[in-house]
């Protein structure tokens, strides 16, 4: 109960003294809006006049520029409106970005450079009271590398055309051995962000162990020797066998030839009584001498259509020593053969 009773007692006492301040002189104005005034008297007696100002970094935009303390010990009010000075809208940077919020005086621009440049000035500008950036825009430069490393037996090509002794980041060098070396890593290194080269790829020595020979078939080099990376062997099949695949094997990086060919055999036409179609000509197979089709090659035989009376041509192709004879195909009786040959599918009207 006491305390409340001290409250009440100290609010009263306020109460009383700013009745008593109010009657003939003005005390010191609370001021807003960034103005300010000169002078640091605490009070002013009616009449007295008092210039304002706008704050350091705030210009004038209207309003009366001075008040007045009324005989209630009041100041009258003002209009004054101080607005912040402007500074010049930033520039863009090269290799960098800005940001910033406002451009007015304590605002701040904050710059940074991209991956791979370092600025140099300062990262930051505060636009001071005067309408100015605090420092000018950094600049942000290309962090070097130095030439790319080069491989023993081996040669770096880059992707741009290099002046002097250093390189930009970003710029990617292809690297080449010398054969018989060959490029074991990344044969593409690229110069970093931290101006250092991507890991350099080595050129070693390979080679292919003789290489191995096909059936039917015959080599360019027989020699029993290691062959070097890059070294070529080709490949031939005796006649009539038909070879399939790459004509030409190379002995590649990871000391192993590429695919070698390998030799198809030929077909012979199962047939005692026909004509076939071979190579655009009709051939009875007595006279198809010799009975060969080489492997992928095509021959006809004749089928006959039941329905209209007429034959017509069906192909098969020979695999690698297998030639299937079409199921339409009926071969005819040796009567049928020799005494009526004029009625075969392969004679009559063609469909
Ligand atoms: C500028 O950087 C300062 C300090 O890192 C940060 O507080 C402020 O928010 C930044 N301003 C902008 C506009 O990015
Ligand atoms: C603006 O103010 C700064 C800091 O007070 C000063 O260094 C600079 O010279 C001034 N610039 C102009 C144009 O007055």
């Known amino acids: 109960l006491q305390k409340m009773e001290r409250l009440f007692l100290l609010c009263s006492g306020l109460l009383v003294t700013t009745v008593t301040s109010q009657h003939n002189v003005c005390s010191r104005p609370q001021l807003s809006g960034n103005i300010e005034m000169s002078g640091i008297q605490r009070f002013s007696s009616p009449g007295e006049e008092l210039a304002l100002a706008c704050k350091e970094g705030y210009t004038p935009l209207s309003g009366p520029r001075k ?7 009041v100041w009258t009010s003002t209009k004054l409106k101080c607005i912040p000075k402007q500074c010049p809208h930033p520039e863009l940077i090269t290799n960098g970005e800005l ?47 130095g030439l790319a490393p080069v491989p023993l ?26 054969p018989p070396y060959a490029l074991f890593g990344n044969p593409v290194a690229e110069c970093t962000a931290s101006g250092t080269w ?26 029993k020797r290691e062959f070097f990376y890059r070294e070529r062997v080709k490949y031939g099949c005796e006649s009539p066998y038909v070879l399939e695949g790459n004509v030409e094997v190379v ?26 179609l071979h190579n655009g000509k009709k051939i009875w197979i007595e006279n198809f001498q010799p009975n060969r089709v080489l492997h992928l090659e095509i021959v006809s035989v004749y089928c006959m259509n039941e329905a209209r009376k007429c034959g017509y041509a069906v192909p098969t192709q020979c695999i690698d020593g297998t ?14 053969y020799t005494l009526k040959p004029n009625s075969l599918p392969s004679e009559i009207d063609q469909c």
């Open 198 to 223: 991507t890991k350099t790829p080595e050129c070693q020595v390979v080679t292919c162990p003789p290489p191995e020979s096909i059936e039917r078939g015959y080599m360019s080099n027989n020699e």
């Open 323 to 336: 030639l299937n004879i079409p199921k339409c195909f009926e071969e005819p009786s040796g009567v049928e």
């Open 67 to 73: 008040i007045v303390c009324t005989i209630n010990g």
């Open 251 to 276: 002995c590649q990086e990871n000391g192993k030839w590429s695919e070698k060919p390998s030799c198809k055999a030929p077909c012979s036409v199962n047939l005692q009584r026909a004509r076939i």
């Open 153 to 178: 037996y081996g040669m770096v090509i880059y992707d741009k055309v290099i002046r002097g002794n250093t390189v930009n980041y970003g710029l990617k060098a292809t690297y080449i051995c010398n």
């Open 99 to 145: 940001f910033y919020e406002d451009t007015v005086y304590q605002s701040a621009i904050n710059y940074t450079c991209h991956e791979g440049y370092m600025m140099t000035g300062e990262s930051s500008a505060v636009c001071q009271a005067n309408g100015t950036w605090g420092s000018p825009a950094p600049e942000c430069i290309p962090i070097p590398c």
